[in-house]
């Protein structure tokens, strides 16, 4: 992915290997995982927990929901640079995984969740 910042284009890959040089620590497999299942731990606590209490989620709620799905892909990402798999390649596997499922969900004539 190829970012725009500023007036500046920079491939996203590139600014994560510069985080790996500055802070070798985030290539720690082990830690993503961690990290990643903590971050969803919280972004579902706002949807799963926090909406249903409250039925609305504020705007407070909302953002910071927004911030943990993005803690959470940042995490996925560095995770998938430091195995030296592209993002965009797992994403497009990603979605034709998807795919398959749903062909054999109807094929089998169930329903689509």
Known sequence: MVLLLGKKLIHQTVR???????????????????????????????????AKEYEVLSAGYIAETRICLAALLIQIE????????????????????LIDKINEVEAKEGKII
């Not at 985080?19 to 969803?40: A, C, G, H, S």
């Open 16 to 50: 994560i290997l510069e985080l790996f040089e500055k802070y070798p620590q985030f290539r720690n497999k082990d830690t993503r995982i961690d990290v990643m299942t903590y971050e969803f731990g919280e972004f579902t606590k706002y949807f799963k927990v926090y």
């Open 78 to 97: 560095l995770f998938c640079v430091s195995n030296g798999w592209d993002i965009n390649t797992l994403r497009n596997e990603g979605y034709e995984h």
